[in-house]
Each structure stands twice: as C-alpha cells, then as structure tokens.
C-alpha cells in the first residue's frame, strides 16, 4: 500500500467498495459514467461530474494532479479499491478512472448514503 492510500483506505470497506462498483457498473451500461483521465477535464469544465472514483492503484502523479484538479473543478472525490477488483464488476481493467456524471438516475440518493470520510476532496 502506498503512503497516499493508506490516509483513505480502510480494511473494513469492502462491502463500499462493492456497492461503488455495482453503482458505477450500471452507470456505464447507462452510458452515465465515462473512463480515463482524458475525459476528466473536458466534463469537468462543462460541470457535468457528479463524483471521480479513483483506484488505489494509481499512480502518485495522477492521484495528485487529478485531486488538484477536483479542488479546482469543485467535485467529490473518492478513492477506494484496486483496479483488479473492481473490474469484475465494471468489466474494465486496469482502468483507474471513473467519471460518473450528474444526470445518472439516483446519483443523489447514492452519494447520500456514502459515509463522510470517504472522500479524498468533498466538492
């Protein structure tokens, strides 16, 4: 585990981490949800994110920057799992990235259910 990882996981989370992917796992079969880094910055100027769910598998660089960029932007920002995982339920590997977008169906309700300390940044 890396040192920026250890300051958001918890041993405990896998049933979060599970719920996460199933939430987000949809929202791509929806087309409610996007991958990549790349996308990151054209949807957020457009204000169009609802949460970023970083892996905790991703480079320091990246988490940096991309949290910079969310404290810009102002959007919630969450890391928890590794790719591995998740992509058995997203069906996308090594994928670190997932942009979910506000118009998903229940992504109010969602994000309110999600506890407070999850959140590396709270847009």
Known sequence: MSEYESDYYDEDDEDLVMRLAQFVGRALKRKQAVIGQDRFINLARRKQIGFLWLTEDIS?????????????????????????????????ESTKVYIVKKSMSGLKQFVSELPEDIYCYVG
């Open 60 to 92: 320091k660089s990246s988490f940096k920057r991309i949290v910079m960029d969310c404290e810009k932007f102002d959007i919630p920002c969450i890391i928890r799992g590794k790719s591995d995982d998740i992509a058995l339920f997203t069906r996308y």
